[in-house]
Each structure stands twice: as structure tokens, then as C-alpha cells.
């Protein structure tokens, strides 16, 4: 593949995690994005040295998904609220 199509194909993946991003999400944070970018377009494509390996493992090593948790980037978070902080009929989550 030539680098003008990587490129390419590069800039409609990151462009597409952007259009997928909740609303709210501010937009002067994209470059907070990139390497969540990165990370999963590496996961999709394949290894040119080994063809059975992601470019993210050839790379950096098989992939933890315990460590690094993917979703789509700028998604909405709600976070667990202890139970001793909520009222008895309270939402058991507030935004994050």
C-alpha cells in the first residue's frame, strides 16, 4: 500500500471516531484522541513482516485489553456511586 492511501486510510478512521463522539464531547481535545487512534487502526491492520500479527503487536507486543480499554473515543461515562452517597431511589451512577 502506498503511503498516500495509508495516510488516507489513517484520516477517514480518525475522522470517523470524531463523527461517533457524544456531543458534548469538546472538540479542542482531539489530539487527546490520537493515540486511541493509533491504537485500534493498528489493531485492524495486519503486520507486514508477519501477516498472522496485528501492526500493534508486531510493534509493541501482544495487546492488553485489561490494561488499555478501547471504546469509541469520546464516549459518555457514567460513573458508579457508592451506595452509602445515594438516596435509596438515586440513580447508582452520576456523569463523568
Do not use: C
Not at 495509508?6 to 469538546?26: C, E, M, T, V, W
Not at 508486531?58 to 438516596?87: C, M, W
Amino acid at each position: 500500500m502506498q503511503w498516500k492511501e495509508q495516510f488516507k486510510h489513517s484520516k477517514n478512521h480518525y475522522i470517523a471516531g470524531l463523527s461517533s463522539a457524544d456531543p458534548r464531547f469538546p472538540m479542542v481535545l482531539w489530539d487527546r484522541i490520537l493515540e486511541h487512534a493509533t491504537i485500534s487502526l493498528n489493531l485492524l491492520r495486519p503486520s507486514r513482516l508477519n501477516p498472522k500479527l496485528s501492526a500493534q503487536a508486531q510493534l509493541h507486543g501482544a495487546f492488553d485489553y485489561n490494561v488499555t480499554p478501547l471504546a469509541p473515543p469520546g464516549t459518555r461515562v457514567i460513573i458508579h456511586e457508592k451506595s452509602h452517597k445515594q438516596k435509596t431511589w438515586a440513580p447508582h451512577g452520576v456523569d463523568g
